[in-house]
Structure formats: structure tokens, C-alpha cells
């Protein structure tokens, strides 16, 4: 490789890198605003106004790539699950962040990486070594410690974290099954599908909105598609397993901005644990990229 090709190979991984910071946050930014508008409106009414941003944001790209791709798919079986699942992961994520500060919830959806190492032996049939699953394990642990060991772990909002979490991972996983539908199929399904379920959930919980709340729903799901892209471009500049450990920034942004514009902190407990959570999830990374490249799937979008 000439001195000139090396330059831009160079280049094309730094703009990664970049894109894959500002990407996340602006996944950061859209978990704070989820948080802000769940506090006075319901899940079922932000997913609506969310989705029909997210639209605009897909609509010159499904146009680019042409309507009829969307109703090509391979596996329709899987699609329609792995739509609730992503659904489901939204749906809960808001749910728990109206009870739970960012940091908190954050804690429990950056164990997503463990949890897709641990659902892909299983359902994908990728073997792992006994040093990954130890550190399944140890990231097991890590979401028990932040979950507190005691009545409080059964609380509503605790049990929405770590299931939406379960079906945030469940849905890479399946993002992985179905690799060879285009990203803008999978995500226009998957926002149709929280666009359906919000009409679903907002019936006989709309409240009355200003037009201030009306733009600041819409931008919440521009936010979130314009994060989407960038992150999907960062994976085509730089390798995987070099981005995926900058998703754990999304924890450092939650603290900040939780802090910034509600006044949490995250305390003792959450904090040990998150550290547990990002050292196996790192550790995973690391063995994967020992024994093999990091397949995209596993670099977790943070689909909010």
C-alpha cells in the first residue's frame, strides 16, 4: 500500500471514529429528550410523533432505494419479530426513563453487547470461548449490582430497563439473521411498527400539545434517524471492533446530560456496576477481535 492510499484508509477510519462519537451523542441527546417528554406526555403519543420524524428523515432514502425493496424480504416470520422486539425495546426504554434517571437505564441497555455474546451461541450457533462466557458471567453480575439486590430490583420501572435491554440485544441478533436486508427496510418496519403501536398505546391517553411540543417529538425521532445514519456510515469507514467500545460513551453523555437537565447523579451501586458491564463488554471485544473480526451486529445503535 502506497503512502497515499494509507493516507486515506487513514482518513476514512478517523472520519469512523468521529461520525461514531457525534452519533452517539446525538443517541444521547434523544434519550434526554425522550426523558424530558415522557415526563408530560404518554409512550404511546411521543412513539407517534417520534415515528412520523424518523419518516422524514427515511423518506428520500427509501425513495433512493426504491419502494419496491421494502416488501422484498427475506424471513418475513423474523422481521415481524424482530419488530415487536424493537418496538418493545423503544416502548420500555421511555417507560423506564419516566421513573429512572438516564445513567440508570443507560446502565442497563450497555450491557447489550453481553447479552447478544451469550443470545448468539444459542440462536446463531457462534461458538464462544470459556473466557467469554466467564465474562457473560461477570456482565451478569454487573447488571445485578446495578439493579440493587433487594425489593427494589422487582420495581416496574427496573423490570422495563432489563427487559427492554433483553429485547434491544434480541434484535441485533436478529439484525445479524437478516444482514442481507438493507438497513432502510429494516429500520422503515421497525418505525412503522412503533408508529402502529403508539396509535395503539396513545388511545384515551392524548393529551392536548402546543406546537413547541409537537416540533420537539418530531425532532426527537430526526434526532435519533440522523444518529442512525451516522453510525450506520461509521461502520462502512472503520472497522467494527474498533467502534464498538465507543458506544460505552453513551454512559459518560448519560451522566452529563442527566445531570445538566434533571439533576441525577447516579449513585455507588450503578455506578459499580456500569463498571463491571463496560469491562466485560470490553473484554468480549477483545477476544472477538483476537479470534475474529466484530461482526457490525455487535456494535450496539442504540435504537432509541
Do not use: C
Not at 413547541?212 to 434517524?225: F, Q, R, S, T, W
Not at 452529563?256 to 463496560?278: E, M, R
Amino acid at each position: 500500500m502506497n503512502v497515499r492510499a494509507s493516507s486515506a484508509v487513514g482518513n476514512a477510519v478517523l472520519a469512523g471514529v468521529l461520525l461514531m462519537l457525534l452519533g452517539d451523542v446525538l443517541f444521547s441527546l434523544n434519550d434526554a429528550m425522550g426523558k424530558w417528554l415522557v415526563a408530560s406526555f404518554s409512550v404511546g403519543q411521543v412513539l407517534v410523533l417520534r415515528s412520523l420524524g424518523s419518516f422524514a428523515m427515511l423518506a428520500p432514502m427509501i425513495v433512493r432505494q426504491g419502494p419496491a425493496a421494502l416488501v422484498q424480504l427475506e424471513r418475513p416470520s423474523l422481521h415481524i419479530l424482530r419488530m415487536v422486539l424493537a418496538t418493545g425495546d423503544v416502548a420500555l426504554f421511555y417507560a423506564a426513563v419516566a421513573y429512572l434517571p438516564l445513567a440508570d437505564v443507560m446502565t442497563f441497555y450497555m450491557a447489550g453487547p453481553i447479552y447478544v455474546a451469550a443470545f448468539s451461541h444459542f440462536f446463531l450457533g457462534e461458538t464462544i470461548g470459556w473466557r467469554r462466557w466467564l465474562a457473560v458471567v461477570i456482565g451478569f453480575i454487573g447488571v445485578v449490582i446495578a439493579l440493587r439486590p433487594s425489593s427494589a430490583m422487582l420495581s416496574w420501572p427496573s423490570i422495563f430497563g432489563l427487559v427492554g435491554s433483553l429485547s434491544f440485544a434480541l434484535t441485533l441478533v436478529l439484525s445479524r439473521r437478516l444482514r442481507q436486508t438493507s438497513d432502510v427496510t429494516l429500520v422503515t418496519w421497525q418505525t412503522i411498527a412503533a408508529f402502529v403501536a403508539g396509535l395503539f398505546l396513545s388511545i384515551g391517553n392524548w393529551g392536548p400539545m402546543t406546537a413547541v411540543d409537537v416540533a420537539a417529538m418530531l425532532a426527537l425521532g430526526i434526532v435519533a434517524g440522523s444518529a442512525h445514519m451516522m453510525i450506520t456510515r461509521a461502520l462502512k469507514l472503520a472497522p467494527a471492533s474498533l467502534l464498538a467500545p465507543l458506544q460505552y460513551s453513551l454512559l459518560i453523555w448519560a451522566i452529563v446530560l442527566g445531570y445538566l437537565f434533571f439533576g441525577d447523579l447516579p449513585d455507588s451501586q450503578i455506578l459499580v456496576g456500569s463498571a463491571v458491564i463496560v469491562l466485560a463488554g470490553l473484554f468480549i471485544f477483545h477476544r472477538k477481535n483476537l479470534v475474529g473480526e466484530t461482526p457490525k451486529a455487535d456494535v450496539p445503535p442504540d435504537g432509541h
